[in-house]
């Protein structure tokens, strides 16, 4: 082997361009060719591998895929969750939860790491599940949505019930039999899965459904939400502790009774109901009252009712007989009255007739000055008129006529008025009317006209 520090490898070292030398046994390759072949190597090595340790850094992208670190007391590799890998999880992964991963070693050259792509995960152990629920409730309380003061009144009788269970297990039957039993009422089961995947989704969904449904729509709005399973492991319960789940209870407009599991379960869904049964079927005892029960109970009101109503008419003609005995007699109270009534009439006879004969004076004064007035403006009206018919006489008089130039024609002899040549040539003989008199004249031929002789040298045109 060649002497590093000799002068030919100090030679080799400071030159500019590369050149081969003797003793180089080994091409040189580009760092996209060294990253393939490690990536080889490491995931040809290694394969498939289940990592424990604790999450770190996890974060869910745009893009639906998430990145986390999973470390221990001495080192740290990355991680990678695919987009379909994450919506599979059992769980919602979160920072200092312990975790055993499952998936493949393989390398990013981009950032010259190794890396886990993780394909499965699950909890190490109940401790690190316990740690999980125990943060998430920290959480999901520091934002009152278990808060008490929140919790609403369940319905004395509630028309409606909506349970949310599987349909066919025996929570569905037991929470029937049980309402039977005690109040008959209707009930509307909306089925979902009450573990595995997907289950906690179905849940939140039904509960929303619930919800969402109008008080005047085709299918009745529950008065109360039964959300119920019957007891398992915490793996088992564990979609009632999903956050999804426990945020669609808070949120819930509709009382609602959390029936998860056997007496000692307890899930994050008890916490955000309005009240917490201990099995499904103390649910459905919690939901309606023993009919049997409240029957008794509304006639013991009614005979109460009965008896008070009773009570009081007694007390009352008791006072009222108390009260008539103290009454002064009907003719001592009125007789007062009476004579005031008498003596009111009387004085008010004596006012009416005075005043109905101050009025008739009055009003016969005011007849005759009516009257007056009334002939006057009705002989003024009339003057008026007449005057008007005079002027308008005057106009049409054929004496205003005859003043503005104007003469008529009368036949001597007859007298009658001669209105046309026809009438003036057959009459002959003619009296002109003026203004200031009239003259006699006579018709003459003279080539078909006529003429007036006024003296026997000078003819007047008619």
């Known amino acids: 082997m060649a002497d590093p520090f000799s002068d030919s490898a100090q030679e080799r070292a400071g030159r500019l361009v590369a050149e081969p030398t003797a003793g180089d046994n080994a091409a040189p390759v580009s760092v996209g060719e060294l990253a393939l072949k490690l990536k080889r190597v490491v995931e040809g090595e290694f394969g498939h591998v289940r990592l424990r340790g604790e999450i770190s ?6 893009s639906g895929h998430a990145y986390l670190s999973l470390k221990d007391d001495s080192a740290v590799i990355d991680g990678v969750i695919w987009k379909g890998q994450v919506s599979g999880l059992a769980f919602q992964p979160q920072d200092g939860v312990e975790v055993i991963a499952t998936g493949r070693i393989t390398t990013y050259p981009g950032r010259s790491k190794y890396q886990i792509i993780i394909e499965r995960m699950e909890l190490a152990g109940e401790g690190a599940l316990m740690a999980l629920l125990e943060k998430l409730k920290a ?21 409606v019930i909506g349970v949310v269970t599987s349909p066919t297990g025996a929570v569905i039957r ?22 595995g995947d997907g289950a906690a989704a179905e849940i939140a969904a039904a509960i929303r459904g619930f919800d969402g449904i109008a008080p005047d729509g085709p299918v009745p709005r529950p008065d109360l939400i039964i959300v119920a399973r019957g007891g398992g492991s915490i793996e088992d319960l564990w979609a009632f502790n999903e956050e999804v789940v426990v945020r669609a209870i808070a949120g819930c407009s509709i ?3 959390s029936a998860v599991g056997h007496e000692t379960d307890t899930t994050l869904a008890d916490f955000a109901a309005d009240l917490r049964a201990p099995t499904p079927t103390a649910a459905a005892e919690m939901a309606v009252p023993v009919l049997a029960d409240l029957r008794l109970t509304l006639d013991s009101f009614g005979q109460r ?11 009352a003609r008791e006072r009222l007989d108390a009260l008539v005995r103290v009454i002064p007699r009907r003719d001592a109270l009125l007789g007062p009255q009476r004579q005031r009534a008498d003596d009111l009439a009387a004085r008010l006879d004596r006012g009416l007739e005075r005043r109905v004969t101050l009025a008739r004076g009055v009003l016969d004064r005011s007849a005759g000055a009516l009257r007056i007035s009334m002939l006057d403006r009705q002989f003024a009206a009339s003057k008026a008129r007449l005057e008007q018919t005079w002027r308008l006489i005057e106009s049409l008089s054929h004496k205003s006529v005859l003043d503005r130039g104007y003469a008529y024609v009368t036949a001597r002899i007859s007298g009658e008025v001669a209105g046309s040549a026809h009438a003036a040539r057959a009459a002959g003989a003619l009296t002109l009317h003026f203004q200031d ?19 026997p040298d000078q003819p007047s045109l008619l």
Request: aromatic letters at 8%.
């Open 255 to 257: 009382p609602l009774i």
């Open 57 to 62: 850094g996890y974060k869910r992208v745009a």
């Open 174 to 195: 037991d929470i029937l039999h049980r309402l039977e039993d005690r109040c008959p009422t209707r009930v509307i089961v909306w089925p979902v899965k009450v573990q």
């Open 139 to 159: 959480k999901l309380a520091a934002e009152g949505l278990f808060d008490v003061r929140a919790k609403k009144l369940l319905p004395y009788l509630p028309l």
């Open 305 to 315: 009712t009965e008896r008070c109503a009773r009570r009081y008419h007694e007390r």
């Open 437 to 455: 008199g009239a003259v006699d004249a006579r018709v003459e031929r003279a080539g078909g006209r006529a003429y007036e002789k006024t003296s």
